[in-house]
């Protein structure tokens, strides 16, 4: 009992009702079924209903983490959201969904890392927990998306979706061995240089709009499979653990080309991967999430199991996280 880890209690996942397939946006922009799925593996994503906002996406999710760990909303003192797509410039949204759960104590913030926002947000809530600041964190990931494509524009539009996941970790004392629950090793990067792959072209300072996701989707493939598979490196050494010991791959879902490139670069099962970007298609800080929750769902993620969690997006940020479930 020397050692303080942030374990993993328990994981949800919302998604919005209305499902838009590859078939629905061949109407709208000059797409098709064949060219989505075979450049990137999605078949279709949830879109969000008028007026379902981010905070209510994430509080679903939220609650359904809070259902899983069997613990109250008043357990918690710590909400970090990752979201591009919050409510409003300010306030967080965090403290949107703090309030709806009805949480009066602790702290809330959002983290905006784009796509890796969920990495950043759960090494975030790690800190806290391990310097003993807070004892029980919900860790949410909730993007509408959809509110801030260019629906005209057909190499983006056909690419992300909504919806919200979330985890809640907690503070446990453990004895430090590699295979005690909790997370493990940690490594976050980013560089800016690469700012303009993949941006919104509007904001409160610039343009005063809120503006359209813009991407050089070739520049942006060309970096992830290798910065992904550096990252997922330093990780592995970070804690001791080859790519063969991984029982889980929980992956940004953003390509499956990406995904299937960087399995086979670090020498990973394809069996061991969970995807979800064939129903969800990108839903940029809710993917991680929304994926781990379809794994304990189908109960293929087990107390006990090796996870890894990869990430890659806007700025470029990228990150990884080796846990034990
Ligand atoms: O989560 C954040 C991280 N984001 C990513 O990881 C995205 C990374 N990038 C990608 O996943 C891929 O680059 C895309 C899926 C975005 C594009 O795939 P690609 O194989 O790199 O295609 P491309 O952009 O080079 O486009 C190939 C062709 C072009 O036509 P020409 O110039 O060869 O005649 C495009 O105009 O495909 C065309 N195209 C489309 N055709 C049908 C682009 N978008 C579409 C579309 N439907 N939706």
Known sequence: MNI????????????????L???????????SDR????????KERRIAAEGEL?????????????????????????????TSTPDQTFPASAVTIQAELGITHGAAFDVQAVCSGFVFALATADNYLKSGQFKRALVIGSEVF???LDWQDRSTCVLFGDGAGAVVVEAQKLNGALTDRGILAVSLRSDGRYRDKLYVDGGPSSTGTVGYVRMDGPEVFRHAVTKISEVIGATLTQSGYNASDIDWFVPHQANKRILDGAAKKLGLDPERIIITVDKHANTSAASIPLALAQGRADGRIKTGDLVLLEAMGGGFTWGAVLLRW
Request: net charge negative; charged share 25%; hydrophobic share 45%.
């Open 146 to 148: 959809s509110r801030i």
């Open 54 to 82: 981010t905070s209510a996406m994430g509080a679903n999710a939220a609650r359904a983490a809070l259902d899983d760990a069997g613990l109250a909303p008043e357990d918690i003192d710590l909400i970090i959201l990752a």
């Open 21 to 31: 397939t590859n078939d629905d946006l061949a109407k709208v922009v000059d797409t």
């Open 4 to 19: 303080v880890r942030t374990v993993v209690r328990g994981c949800g996942g919302y998604l919005p009702e209305r499902v």
């Open 35 to 42: 060219w989505i799925t075979e450049r990137t593996g999605i």
